[in-house]
């Protein structure tokens, strides 16, 4: 069976490797096909590329859109998308503008509740300006030895109800769709379980990308407690979307490692069949 990881970060979003270690790491541990899926940008592709063609492994060019849907924050996983296709390109570099803005009030609210120099010290944590988000703010939080690690800066501070938390308004999810098959790429709903939404909006968000040309939904991701793997399965299948299978990864110690999470359940469909990518690595695998 091949082992296939199509979610997770590097440096040019908020991991803490550079692209080409990610994708080293992932040959490490017996991945046949990655994708980068850094949150916003592109910017990592063609190094990770470089580095998986060296290890034998096969490339997918990843993006994660973020997307306010109804209120909320959707993350939209983009795979075998163009990454110099001009209104992906665009649109990310608005996304990208907007984040840099927001991180100026995040600072500025925990300023207000006594943490001064947060902005700056985020700032310093993201090795692409552009892209400062809550996770530069949590490890200089950690850092500063205001919380003990990654997770509980985001219980105390940076989500919703607590200091350093700002509405923000990030693209349509008809945008994110709209740029990801523009480019000639398969959308994917991000680790679904995650969102604050009940069953019938869970029902409306499925509806309303699949009606946009959304593909797939993350079935086994990092973000699904076992438990749950089964009812996003099924979920996929009732609404007629493939299932996709990536750990999520940011950092060494964060969370799960590249490649390590359990098989899609026999019943779905993967997002990743017919992908002409994979065959090199079938034929290997067989041989
Ligand atoms: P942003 O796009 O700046 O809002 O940051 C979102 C990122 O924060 C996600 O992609 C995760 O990497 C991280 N994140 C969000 N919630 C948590 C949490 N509860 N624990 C750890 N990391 C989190
Ligand atoms: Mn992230
Ligand atoms: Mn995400
Ligand atoms: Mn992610």
Redesign the pocket.
């Known amino acids: 069976m091949l082992n296939i990881d199509l979610h997770c970060?590097s440096n040019v979003?908020?991991g803490l490797l550079p692209p080409a270690e990610v994708a080293m790491r992932a040959a490490a541990n017996g991945v046949h096909a990655l994708a980068l899926t850094d949150?916003?940008d592109v910017g990592g592709l063609a190094e990770a590329a470089a580095a998986a063609s060296a290890a034998g492994m096969a490339f997918i060019p990843g993006v994660?859109i973020?997307v306010t849907w109804r209120g909320k924050?959707v993350?939209i996983v983009g795979l075998r998308i163009d990454p110099t296709h001009p209104a992906l390109v665009a649109g990310l570099a608005d996304i990208r503008q907007g984040?840099v803005a927001?991180a100026r009030r995040m600072g500025e609210d925990l300023a207000m509740s006594g943490i001064a120099g947060a902005y700056e010290g985020a700032y310093e944590y993201a090795a692409n300006k552009q892209m400062?988000?809550?996770?530069?703010?949590?490890r200089w939080l950690v850092a500063q030895g205001l919380v003990a690690d990654?997770?509980s800066?985001?219980?105390r501070y940076?989500?919703p109800g607590n200091p350093g938390y700002v509405e923000?308004e990030w693209t349509s999810l008809e945008n994110a769709v709209g740029w990801i098959r523009a480019s000639g790429g398969t959308a994917v709903i991000a680790h679904p379980g995650?969102y604050p939404f009940d069953h019938r909006e869970t029902h409306l968000l499925l509806d309303a990308f699949r009606a946009l040309g959304g593909e797939g939904i993350e079935v086994i991701t990092g973000s699904h407690h076992p438990s749950e793997y089964g009812k996003w399965a099924d979920l996929a299948r009732a609404f007629g979307l493939k299932a996709s299978r990536g750990a999520?990864f940011?950092a060494p110690g964060?969370?799960i490692d590249i490649g390590r999470l359990p098989a899609l359940p026999h019943w779905c469909q993967p997002v990743w069949q017919n992908w002409p990518e994979l065959e090199s690595q079938l034929s290997l695998n067989v041989a």
């Open positions: 970060h979003s908020d949150h916003d994660e973020s924050t993350h984040r927001r400062v988000g809550r996770t530069h703010f949590a990654v997770r800066a985001f219980r940076l989500t923000h995650r999520d940011h964060e969370g």
